[in-house]
Every structure is written in C-alpha cells, then in structure tokens.
C-alpha cells in the first residue's frame, strides 16, 4: 500500500471532520460531516446553507484544510474548498438526517456543497500493531536516553495529493 492510498484509507474511517477556514479575519474551524469522499481523487464534501459564515469566506478566498482525529489516528488536509450548488449531487446525497437543518429537504433553496480537494495530506496512525511498536520504540528511547526513531512510512507520511 503507497502513501496515497493509506491517506485514503484513514480518510474513510472518519465521518465527521474540522473544516478549518483562514482569512485576514483570523482562523474558524467547525466540524462537519462528511457527506462524501471520493477515494480517487481524495475530494471530501460537506453540506452547509449559503447563510453561513464559511460560505462567506471560502467565496472570498480563504485558506481551507480539514483535520480528522481519533484516539489513535490523525490526519491534517491542506487544500481548496468551493460552493457548489449542484442539485442533482444534493438530492442523491441528502439523507434524512440533514432536515434538521433544511425541513424543506434537498429542494430547500439555501442548501449547497462544499467541495474540499486536498492538496496535502499528512497522517499519523498509531492504531494496531503500529500503536504497539510505537510504544515499545518509545520504551527504548526512554531507557537509552535516545530519541525515538521510526522509519514506518505507514505511521507517519506526508504527501502532495
């Protein structure tokens, strides 16, 4: 398995992720559920209403990323986010779980996409065997006196997307 494919791969076990928005304003990160993710291209994409502070500031250019973190996995994105106003997308993609915030459903008139495709995608994934060899390589370098040293590319990676 490649860089790519391991950064994917965590991707998809996250459902909700910080989208993180940075203007001259500032930084705002908000979590949000991840209504799509396209392992090929990396593309995640997120539902949200046009009223909203986010909107505002990826319509003006702002810098975007997304975090995802469990106890035992973490990824940071880097990349672009647009509005996207495709109906067809929003009707297949609308579950009944969205009209809490749209009660009129997919035809509510203030309901759009944000499309984020990553640019850079960086992970640490300390779940399974890898948690356990991190630990013992820690051990080590605690009783030497050493810092830690890995070389597992599939713990840590960073790579342009």
């Known amino acids: 398995m490649n ?3 391991k950064l994917q791969e965590l991707i998809g076990k996250f459902d909700v992720g910080m989208l993180i928005t940075h203007d001259e304003g500032g930084m705002a990160a908000r979590p949000m559920n991840v209504a799509e993710h396209d392992e090929q291209s990396g593309e995640l ?3 949200t209403s046009m ?5 505002d500031e990826i319509l003006a250019g702002a810098d975007t990323a997304v975090v995802f973190q469990d106890s035992t996995r973490y990824v940071s994105l880097s990349g ?3 509005i996207s106003n ?3 997308k929003i009707k297949a993609l609308f579950n009944k779980g969205w009209e809490l915030w ?3 459903g997919p035809e509510q008139e203030d309901i759009r996409l944000i499309r984020f495709t990553p640019v850079i995608g960086e992970y640490w994934d300390m779940s399974g065997a890898r948690g356990a060899r991190f630990v013992w390589q820690a051990g080590k370098a605690l009783i030497s006196g050493e ?3 890995t070389e597992d590319r599939m713990q840590h990676a960073e790579t342009t997307i």
């Open 3 to 5: 860089t790519d494919d």
């Open 45 to 47: 994409l997120f539902v």
């Open 51 to 55: 009223e909203t502070g986010k909107v």
């Open 80 to 82: 672009e986010a647009l």
């Open 86 to 88: 495709d109906r067809d």
């Open 102 to 104: 749209f009660p009129e």
């Open 147 to 149: 810092s830690i040293k």
